[in-house]
């Protein structure tokens, strides 16, 4: 969840005001913001965060206004393929999902008490998965949630027993999620694989946070063209180096951190979640090898190293003598990226952010 939608839905229940929150539930074709992306439209029409502007929003705006007149949740579509679309000069030729919620003192209690438990796990770094049910035959289950920290504790329901185990079976399977999924269900709470047209039951899943980091560690040749393809790929980006002359803004002005100084102090200071991509590229084995051992026993999405299989292997063996299970340091992706015959660092840039993407899209 962006930031500013964050401080707004704590406003809104710290001073108990109306609120309509918007959610983009799914996306189909050429859109602005992608599923997961969450709009605040308060009772006097300011909003807080971006569905992604223009008519679009206007007309998002205007359906919330309307949930906080009728005080009740509602699925939206906004085909933004219409004539509208063109007036305003959008590139857009897509449709979204939006699932439109109303939020304030005439909301139930307990889902008063379900946003505050939620807004809480955030701020405390629980870093919970937050499930929402879109769709169901059972219309009153429209909108029912629930959340899963990442100490195993569930809260909420989505309304119906068989439905939230179902869910549950997702939130706690190993896969880690770094963007929303949507998933489809039978009428006998099985998943469904493509499109969802057939489907009873249709969940979001969302990660505490819409955004991916990519933690660049080393400043060299190959992480320059690294950063600037990820950040195209809507990365994050975050480059440690203990060199000023090749760790500074001036050289990374795409990053959005650029971190001097040591690894280790580096990496103690930093939260590593499961929304974190790590590339290790630094200039040396001794480098390397601290920033491996402070990394892999992390919930990182995803660590890759550079350097040759025998290399990384000798390196690995001084670390598991060293304690580091055996099991931890199996998640390292080494050699890195998907074997292209690259060999310039743009080139090796290219499949190191190929494999990202297809650990990310669990490919």
């Known amino acids: 969840m962006e930031k500013e939608v964050f401080q707004g839905l704590k406003k809104v229940f ?5 609120a309509a929150l918007v959610t983009i539930c799914s996306v189909l074709g050429s859109t602005p913001r992608k599923p997961g992306v969450k709009m605040l439209v308060y009772a006097d029409g300011t909003t807080v965060g971006t569905i992604g502007g223009g008519c679009g929003e206007a007309e998002a705006r205007r359906e919330a206004l309307n949930v906080l007149t009728s005080r009740s949740t509602k699925i939206h579509t906004l085909n933004m393929t219409a004539d509208i679309a063109q007036e305003e000069g959008m590139v857009c030729g897509g449709v979204m999902g939006l699932l439109i ?19 809480n ?26 959340f899963l920290s990442n100490t195993g504790e569930a809260v909420g329901d989505l309304g119906q027993d068989d439905l939230t185990r179902a869910g549950l079976v997702y939130a706690r399977s190993a896969i ?52 600037a393809m990820a ?17 500074n803004s001036v050289r990374f002005k795409m ?8 690894f280790a102090a580096v990496l103690d200071s930093l ?34 190293m550079i350097g040759s299989r025998r290399r990384v292997n000798a390196l690995k063996s001084e670390l598991e003598k ?31 952010l190929a494999e990202l993407i297809k650990v990310q899209n669990r490919v």
């Open 231 to 247: 950040k195209i790929l809507g990365y994050e980006i975050t480059v440690v180096d203990d060199r000023p002359s090749f760790a």
């Open 121 to 146: 796990a955030l701020e405390k770094q629980d870093f919970p998965l937050l499930m929402t049910v879109l769709e169901a035959p059972e219309k009153q289950l429209i909108g029912k949630k629930l």
């Open 322 to 352: 060293e304690g580091i299970p055996k099991e931890f340091l199996q998640k390292l992706y080494s050699p890195i990226g998907l074997n292209i015959g690259a060999e310039t660092p743009e080139e090796i840039a290219v499949c190191i």
């Open 176 to 227: 880690k999620y770094s963007k929303p999924v949507l998933i489809n269900l039978d009428s006998e709470f099985t998943g469904i694989d493509g499109s969802g047209s057939m489907a009873a039951y249709r969940l979001l899943l969302e990660p505490p946070s819409s955004s991916v980091e990519l933690l660049i560690l080393g400043a060299g040749h190959i992480a320059l063209p690294l950063a």
């Open 101 to 119: 919620e109303y939020l304030g003192p005439q909301s139930p209690a307990e889902q008063i008490q379900f946003y505050q438990d939620y807004l």
């Open 14 to 18: 710290e001073q108990n005001i109306e």
């Open 271 to 304: 939260t590593i979640t499961p929304e974190t991509y790590v590339v290790i590229v630094t200039r040396g084995h001794r480098y390397d090898k601290v920033c491996l051992k402070k990394v892999i026993t992390q919930q990182a999405a995803y660590v890759g």
């Open 255 to 262: 990053a959005d951190r650029v971190l001097c100084d040591d």
